[in-house]
């Protein structure tokens, strides 16, 4: 019928459908021996506090290197990995792989850096998800307060009331969550007062052309709103001292982005603090 009528377009978008599907299809066939396979690895961003200056931690971000496929982005997986549930083994291998590697910098003299871990809400909504990260902090030997959470706006879209229970089950025993990428999702003042977190985390697109005054006053505003709340305020994307000089001026309390570092491989970490403390 679609060519009887000539739908030239009709014909085209199938097509395009079914190319992002087969590469979905691809990308999750790939995905399901990652670890196996060792394919995977962390890389990780310094999160520095502004008055101070020092080190607070760093954010764990997860590499594919596919032998067929090359480097993954993981704007383009973790969403595959995510409806595949993939992402369960996966983001526990994250947690341990983070959390050991803090813990071996600890052990190694570099101590106090906390270490950011990106949660997905699939694994939130595990009923086993607060006993797994427990099982991996005794198993790792790493204390609960130098873990950190993040976790997007798209929980509101989940069971609330399940997933804040579990947060608050986890934040008593000393471990800190962040709303990553804040401000681009689904919040509500009302939802977020109830989210028993310690951090927001400004989403990068605020921080860009913060030099417009709307974006400014964006920016301002959200960590106004942060402030009130009684939360520390990271803003992530920092890639200019400008930026970092507005960021002073309203008082954030830390930064992230390529003007500290781009995301660091984990033999290169020690390096990177020991040239920091250097110079
Ligand atoms: P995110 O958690 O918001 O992480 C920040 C992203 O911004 C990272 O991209 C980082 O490399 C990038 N970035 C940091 N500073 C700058 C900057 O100054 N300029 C620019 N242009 N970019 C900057 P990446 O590593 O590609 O990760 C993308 C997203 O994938 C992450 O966004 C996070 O949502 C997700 N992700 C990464 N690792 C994991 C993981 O282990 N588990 C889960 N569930 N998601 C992950
Ligand atoms: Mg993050
Ligand atoms: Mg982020
Ligand atoms: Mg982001």
Redesign the pocket.
């Known amino acids: 019928k679609a060519k009887e009528a000539g739908k030239g377009t009709y014909v085209m978008y199938g097509q395009a459908m079914q190319q992002h599907f087969d590469e979905r299809m691809i990308i999750e066939k790939h995905l399901r021996n990652v670890i196996s396979n060792n394919e995977l690895s962390l890389h990780y ?1 310094p999160l520095v506090d502004i008055a101070s200056g020092e080190i607070w931690g760093f ?4 590499r594919w290197y596919s032998p067929v496929l090359g480097f993954v ?3 383009s997986f ?1 969403k595959i990995a995510e409806d595949s549930r993939l ?1 369960v083994p996966i ?1 526990e291998w ?1 947690l341990r792989s983070a959390c050991r590697f803090i813990k071996t910098l600890q052990v190694q003299g570099l101590e106090g850096y906390h270490i950011s ?4 809400v699939v694994q939130l909504m595990l009923d086993n998800f607060t006993e797994m990260v427990m099982g991996v902090l005794q198993e790792t030997g790493l204390s609960p307060e130098f873990l950190e959470l ?1 976790i997007t706006e798209s929980i509101f879209i989940e069971s609330f009331e399940v997933i804040v229970n579990k947060l608050k089950a986890l934040r008593q025993q000393g471990i800190g969550v962040a709303l ?2 804040f401000g681009t999702g689904y919040s509500s003042l009302s939802y977020l007062q109830q989210l028993p977190i310690t951090t927001l985390k400004i989403d ?1 697109s605020f921080i860009d052309g913060i030099d417009s005054p709307h974006n400014m006053s964006l920016a301002r505003s959200i960590m106004t709103i942060g402030h009130d709340m009684g939360l520390k305020v990271t803003a ?4 200019t001292p400008e930026q970092l000089a507005f960021l002073q001026r309203t008082s954030c309390d830390k930064i ?4 500290i570092s781009r ?1 660091i491989p984990e033999n290169e970490v020690a390096g990177w603090v020991a040239d920091r403390k250097a110079g």
């Open positions: 961003q954010e764990a971000l997860i982005s993981p704007l973790i992402i983001g994250v871990v990106n949660i997905s993040e990553d990428d990068k992530e994307g920092v890639e992230q982005g390529y003007y995301p």
